[in-house]
């Protein structure tokens, strides 16, 4: 990290207005990136951006210069988004998601989908499910770093995962026997 990031940061523990507003600046349009990603939606996403921004210069002190700061700064965007999902009433259940869902992977309607396809067919799909999805599938987050991040444990990051990738299957082969139903027309 360069100097002037270190000295930013220890301005915006320090409380320094000027500095905070930079920080923020620096950052902000990056993190709401991430919030609408695992939120779905603007309103959704802005309230988890702006509970992200509370959490971030709550805990700032606690960032210790490891690792990437970006990385820390979406980690805790991806925390709020999760807490936010989890006091969704009709999603509850699925944090003790407990059958694994066998998938296998060799499927010539998967291997055909566009990315715009998957992430408009992933709506459809729970909300924990694409948050596990989104993160190891687009973000490369391993499964042991997303039940780190969102507090679950490898199983049922991995029963999230094979939930979506059946459910987004289930959605395809529909959308394909629909569109070539009309082709037939």
């Known amino acids: 990290m360069s100097e002037i990031n270190i000295h930013t940061i220890k301005s915006c523990i320090a409380g320094d207005r000027k500095s905070q507003k930079t920080f923020f600046l620096a950052y902000n349009k990056k993190l709401y990136a ?3 990603k695992y939120m779905g939606n603007v309103s959704e996403a802005e309230e988890v951006l702006q509970d992200s921004w509370m959490n971030i210069f709550n805990s ?3 960032y210790n210069d490891e690792g990437k700061l970006e990385g820390w700064l979406k980690t805790i965007v991806i925390r709020t988004a999760w807490k936010q999902t989890r006091k969704r009433k009709y999603h509850s259940e699925l944090d003790h998601a407990s059958d694994m869902i066998s998938y296998s992977g060799n499927s010539p309607a998967i291997d055909k989908i566009t990315c715009e396809e998957v992430l ?3 709506e459809h799909v ?3 499910s694409q948050q596990v999805f989104k993160m190891f599938v687009i973000d490369q ?3 042991a770093e997303i039940s780190e991040i969102l507090g679950i444990n490898n199983a049922t990051s991995r029963s999230h995962l094979a939930k979506a990738r ?3 299957k289930e959605k395809f082969e529909l959308l394909n026997k629909v569109h070539n139903g009309l082709r037939a027309i």
């Open 60 to 62: 700032l002190e606690k």
């Open 166 to 168: 059946k459910l987004l």
């Open 141 to 143: 987050y391993s499964h």
């Open 34 to 36: 991430v919030a609408l």
């Open 120 to 122: 408009k067919l992933l």
């Open 126 to 128: 729970p909300v924990a």
